[in-house]
């Protein structure tokens, strides 16, 4: 298994807010990693190990919600530590986020400031314990 350190993994089945995050992300000095859908987000997730995961509600094969059920299994069957997971939304569905595992979310469309404030809030804390 590699490590992923400074590696986010963008989940978003939009190949525009796919380039907007990769960009507003390197801006920032993250490197990343994108999937399109719940399944090959699983399938990346295996492999690597991530700073945190923007996981889109709506994206096909396996929604947003079942995707991040699915990684929490993944965690504490390998007993792997938490990975931030930070979903996408464009409506407020905060319950429905939280129940799935999902630590926090952001509203579409996102602007540069409130990624850099949720990355700063869920990752950096867990970075400089390393």
Do not use: H
């Amino acid at each position: 298994m590699t490590s992923g350190e400074k590696v986010i993994l963008i989940v978003e089945d939009s190949p525009t807010i796919r380039l907007l995050l990769t960009l507003q992300l390197k801006s920032l000095g993250w490197l990343v990693e994108e999937a399109f859908d719940g399944a090959e987000a699983l399938r990346k997730f295996q492999d690597k190990r991530y700073a945190a995961i923007l996981m889109d509600i709506q994206i096909p094969v396996i929604d947003g919600l079942e995707t991040t059920i699915l990684i929490r299994q993944i965690e504490a069957s390998e007993q792997r530590t938490r990975t931030p997971i930070i979903a996408l939304t464009a409506g407020l569905r905060k319950d429905e986020c939280l129940n799935s595992g999902i630590d926090d979310y952001l509203l579409k469309p996102m602007l540069v400031d409130d990624l850099k404030e949720k990355l700063d809030a869920w990752v950096a804390p867990r970075m400089d314990d390393t």
